[in-house]
């Protein structure tokens, strides 16, 4: 099991679609009407300068407490939730993708030019694309490991409110070792280019049940843009 997704510099196509989520949707509806054509400009340049590339491997889980996940080679992850819901897996999938530093420079330049509105388009774009890529890795890779006969759990990551513990980002970029796609990290764990995340989905025969995605186990809820969580009814 532990090749099956093992790769460096994995290439992810993305089309047009891909960044249809309702952040965007509702964005492009605030555009200036004399710019109507603004957000759809922007979300085409997006497309062009990102450059989807991740690192992905899959780790032996060889304990686990009420608190942490250890994986071969002494390595800890800390989050109470990835213990519930990976806790019986086999193994860990980790993976860091990004989408290269082009967009984060755009930004910068429409910035320095006094071009906000751009530039506030482009980030948000490139923060939808990089979801959008996350998600399409994680469906690729639940796809594989079905085939192959195990169960996924949902994707997690360290820095969203229910795991806490950022120090673990560092832990994962140093497993991952991204310095060949232009990934750094700050020693405050935030990731450059700034269109960079990273996952981690237990994998294994016998899983828990969970709920559709990681946006019902945050803090944040509803208040945050990018939520996925559904609403209530009312
Ligand atoms: S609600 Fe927002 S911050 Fe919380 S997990 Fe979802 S995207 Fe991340």
Wanted: net charge positive.
């Amino acid at each position: 099991m532990h090749d099956l997704m093992n790769y460096h510099k994995f290439d992810l196509q993305l089309n047009k679609d891909d960044i249809a989520c309702s952040v965007w949707n509702n964005l492009s509806k605030t555009a200036n009407p004399s710019s109507n054509d603004l957000p759809e400009r922007v979300l085409d340049e997006a497309h062009q300068l990102a450059r989807v590339k991740a690192v992905c491997k899959t780790m032996k889980i060889i304990k686990t407490t009420d608190r942490q996940v250890f994986l071969e080679g002494g390595q800890a992850l800390t989050s109470s939730l990835l213990v519930c819901l990976a806790g019986p897996a086999q193994s860990l999938f980790l993976a860091i993708c990004t989408l290269g530093d082009l967009i984060d420079k755009r930004v910068d330049e429409y910035n320095r030019r006094g071009l906000a509105a751009h530039a506030y388009f482009l980030d948000v774009a490139g923060t939808c694309l990089i979801e959008s890529a996350g998600r399409k890795l994680v469906k690729q890779v639940k796809n594989k490991f079905n085939s192959a006969g195990y169960k996924t759990t949902i994707p997690l990551g360290p820095g969203h409110s229910y795991w806490k513990n950022f120090i673990d980002q560092q832990i994962i970029y140093d497993l991952l070792n991204p310095k060949d796609l232009g990934v750094k990290i700050l020693s405050s764990g935030m990731m450059l280019p700034k269109k960079t995340l990273s996952l981690v989905m237990g994998i294994g025969h016998e899983l828990p049940p969970s709920k559709e995605n990681h946006c019902h186990y945050c803090g944040i809820g509803h208040k945050c843009p990018l939520s996925r969580a559904l609403r209530p009814a009312k």
